[in-house]
């Protein structure tokens, strides 16, 4: 889920509380929805012209509802298909990849869940990325969804990114910190 710095619009978070709404209202399941998510995002990275016709304001909404039911009648649920009719309908589905993040942000809510983003210079072994996560679960009283990444630029230590938070443990961080020391000394 990247571009995650772009802010969610209002109405994307509207459509995604009505989704969590249909859960709840046992229409379906968080998995149904997350996996139907997923589908019709693989579906539409592989073609682009596909979102660009959906998207596209000079194309009949019927034509539009046509192409997306032949597309998705097999690889979405119902409820997933009926959601898209109405983004079509209402000329939202420029937003989905909106109202996908705010989906998964609500889902993170629900369920005490936090997104955390841990870089590294070298790749870590099981028992160390667990120590790393028990540690940041402990201080955040959260489930921790671990993104690993490396970037050999860090030279070594951390680099831990909770939502716009930055958590800088890295050796480069500390060099460039003694630089700027030396330098107004």
Known sequence: MKNSTEQISISAKNYANALIGVVEDKKSTFDEISNDFENVRQILNMSPELREILNNPTIALDIKIDIATDVF?????????????????????????QIYRAYIDKLN?????QPVTIISAIELSEKDKLQVIQKLENKLQKTVKPDWEL?????????????DNVIDMSIKNRLAKLKKDLMLR
Request: charged share 35%; glycine share 2%.
């Open 151 to 163: 970037d050999n630029d860090i030279i070594a230590g951390l680099v831990i990114k909770i939502d």
């Open 73 to 97: 009648k097999n690889e979405v649920s119902t409820t997933m298909m009926d959601f898209m009719k109405i983004l079509i309908e209402k000329k939202r589905f420029k937003e989905f990849s």
């Open 109 to 113: 809510e629900i369920y005490n869940i």
